[in-house]
């Protein structure tokens, strides 16, 4: 019994031929969000892939990641530093602040 089944490759999409690299562009136009797969590796590692085929070859193409890993309550931490060291509002906070700016007057200027 004959089967003629594709080769089966992974392989990185960098290091592809540049005709095939412009083949997967033309394939998914829109990006490979949509398309993207999750394959675990052995040890306990995983990267990410499309599938991508030609007559003779099933590629499964490796596509480089970059993971957002931060922690978003650490997003304010980078912005603003420590809650202790964010000042002014012991500054508003005296009467001498409200004296200031209430002279009796109802006119705002604008």
Not at 5 to 25: D, G, Y
Not at 87 to 96: I, N, T
Request: charged share 35%.
């Amino acid at each position: 019994m004959v089967t003629n089944a594709k080769k089966r490759l992974v392989v990185s999409f960098n290091n592809l031929p540049a005709e095939l690299q412009e083949a997967i562009k033309v394939a998914y136009p829109a990006g490979f969000a949509d398309v993207m797969i999750r394959v675990p590796k052995p040890n306990g590692e995983f990267f990410f892939a499309v599938p991508f085929e030609t007559e003779e070859i099933s590629y499964l193409v490796k596509i480089d990641v970059k993971i957002d890993d931060t922690n978003p309550d650490d997003d304010d931490k980078d912005i603003f530093g420590d809650e202790e060291d964010i000042g002014g509002s012991d500054e508003l906070s005296g009467s001498d602040a409200v004296d200031e700016i209430s002279d009796g007057s109802t006119d705002f200027d604008m």
